[in-house]
């Protein structure tokens, strides 16, 4: 049953694009079973605002979340309620866990304020420095760290674990998110090695960065601890990757561990609600993997649960039910899987 853990949209996210109105209308029309509202929480310093943020304030930022619970809320109050969809809505937010302690505490505090139904467990930043919202910051983090791309990677993933531990999310977000904007070098019992276009995303980590890769092992032993899921997030095909995060090789350790996994698009407007799903599907049949987790909601509407939001429940469907579903016919006809 097609499904996705991690949304945004125009109306709250500066960097997205579309109403949430209109992303909405969109995930009606395409036929989702669960599909979660998710936008960024605010951040807490005026440094930390992006470029097409320099005219708003922090308390804009909180005021703008304010805002966001309150429509997202409104809008699953009216889709849940409708027993024609099939579609459930799902509330929550995306944390940033690679600032400093108080914004992971604000998270906290977030999720008992307006009682969120999931958390998606990001790390964007590095000691205030975006990894991912152009390749230029990536560099200037990696200058931060030596220009040592090794470090960079460790630096992450020990930010990684941090925030699992701190937070708990239900959902993990990009997990390999660091390799996005990966330079042309790695390092080699600490000889730079030139490696070319076709390979710089695919540095064994396992080998040449024994330490890094104890700290990934760590992460998914974490998140198998505490019974989170993984997101597939398809968005990484539409930046350029063959394939979802995670990449093949951390996947393949999260598997022999038994980590769960679920479909995640990342959207920021109409256009990429389920998009490249078909192939995230085709990764996720040649790793093997036999079915997906999902969150869901049981006894919306009832006001002794949760005072009316339902309870929160982790499911799963095999993947020959997934293939199956009717959103394929719908939104990828001429796809065979």
Known sequence: MPHSHHSHSGSYCRHAHDTLPSVISTVLNKNFKTF???????????????????????ADLQDQFDRYMTHAREIQDQINKDKTNRTKILVGFESEGGIDEKHLKMCLELRDKHMADVIVGSVHHLNGTDLDFDRSLWLKALKENDNNVRKLYLEYFQTKEKMIEYLKP????????IRLYAVDEIERDNIKIKITEEDKLNVEIEKDWPDVWTVIERCIDKIVEFGLVVELNSAAIRKGWD??????DIM?????????????????????????????????????????????????????????????????????D????????????????
Request: with cysteine.
């Open 252 to 320: 393949q350790l999260m598997i022999s561990k038994g980590v769960k996994f679920g479909l995640s698009d990342d959207s920021h407007g109409d256009d990429q609600v389920g998009l490249n799903y078909h192939k995230v599907i085709k990764y996720i049949k040649k790793l093997g993997i036999k079915e997906l987790h999902y969150y869901d909601l049981e006894n919306y509407g009832d006001a002794n649960v949760r005072v009316g939001k339902g309870s929160v429940v982790l499911k799963s469907s095999s993947m020959e």
């Open 170 to 177: 239900e959902i993990v977000a990009h997990f390999d998110l």
């Open 36 to 58: 979660c509202l998710t936008e960024h929480v605010p951040r807490l310093d005026n440094e930390l605002l992006y470029p097409e943020e320099k005219d708003l304030t922090i």
């Open 322 to 337: 997934i293939i199956t579903d009717e959103f394929w016919r719908i939104n990828y006809p001429n796809e065979i899987f």
């Open 243 to 248: 394939g979802p995060y995670p990449k093949e």
